[in-house]
């Protein structure tokens, strides 16, 4: 249902009106400002952009406002696309690597209705990509921006419930409590058993979470050409990695950080360097594994139809 925006009072003088309608962002014939935030919002929000990118991995508080989405799914990464998006750019949109799933459909049409900016399935023609939980496989340049919705972006908190013991921790980097962690999986496991949410180390200062993505993505940070932003709306913070930035996933010189590796390759188009969802086919517990990022297993299945 659409929430109809405030406009001027119709009782300013014309002038008075014609400016604020400009200030705001307003069209004659527009019911909303332009993606939905008024304009004093967008500033704000680029404003904590501008300082996350100075200082790469750092977690900057911003004002969150209320969005047409319950916190805790995607209200962060929803606001910076919103304080991002021209006229010009186009638009995609993925949850857990999949352009087709509900919550990815919900946001690309959310922006094509409150902005009418060009929204794309193709890594490669977005110039801005709103993400849930992935990263897409094909490398993305240093013309686009990936905007990832974060639900907790303090890696720290599933040790340390203080925010201001967290704080402090950054201030003075001591991370051991980080590397305890891995270390009990070793000791227990034999290996480190985290998946996703695998921690990293930014710019060789600040420990950072790179959002529940699985940890066959984490290598995609590093020195990746396009800007990354993690918007976190329920925790009202946004931290960014720049391009080029050093991006090192925690490890030990004995136990080196590895990626998932899978016997198997895609079902539908063959690749073997992709990540891959399993899917149960019948009760007789039949298995296939298709690609996670659905336009990346759409192009090459499209190359090998043409080839």
């Known amino acids: 249902m659409q929430t109809p925006a405030s406009n001027p009072s119709p009782g300013w ?12 962002a307003f069209d ?35 004002g969150s406002r209320e969005m047409p989405l319950p916190p805790g799914w995607g209200t962060g990464g929803l606001q910076v696309t ?12 993925i949850d857990q690597g999949a352009d087709d799933t509900t919550n990815a459909v919900s946001i690309r049409r959310f922006f094509a209705e409150v902005s009418g900016v060009a929204t794309t399935e193709r890594t490669g023609e977005a110039t801005i990509i709103q993400t849930r939980h992935r990263i897409p496989e094909r490398a993305l340049t240093e013309d686009q921006i990936i905007v990832f919705q974060q639900p907790q972006p303090e890696p720290l908190r599933r040790f340390i419930t203080e925010e201001a013991v967290a704080r402090k921790i ?27 949410d695998y921690p990293v180390v930014v710019n060789g200062r600040y420990l950072a979470s790179p959002s529940p993505i699985p940890k066959f ?6 020195r990746s050409r396009a800007l990354a932003l993690f918007g976190a709306g329920r925790e009202r913070r946004i931290h960014a990695i ?19 590796r899978f016997e198997a390759c895609c079902s539908a188009c063959g690749a073997q360097d992709s990540y891959l969802d399993e899917i149960l086919l019948d009760d007789g517990g039949r298995r296939a594994f298709v690609c996670s990022d659905t336009a990346y297993c759409a192009e090459r299945r499209g190359e090998r139809t043409e080839s």
């Open 170 to 196: 950054h201030a003075f980097a001591r991370y051991g409590v980080m590397y305890v962690r891995l270390y009990e999986d070793i000791s227990r496991l034999g290996h480190i058993a985290m998946s996703s």
């Open 28 to 62: 004659d014939d527009d019911v909303y400002s332009f993606a939905y935030l008024d304009e004093m919002t967008k500033r704000m929000i680029r404003r904590a952009i501008l300082k996350a990118v100075a200082v790469p991995g750092y977690q900057v508080p911003f």
């Open 13 to 24: 003088p014309r002038s008075w009106r014609r400016r604020v309608e400009t200030d705001l």
């Open 242 to 260: 720049p391009p080029f930035t050093e991006v090192k996933s925690l490890d030990f010189a004995d136990y080196p950080f590895t990626v998932q």
């Open 82 to 93: 919103a304080s991002l998006l021209g006229r010009d750019d186009r638009l995609k949109v």
């Open 217 to 222: 993505d984490n290598p995609k940070l590093h």
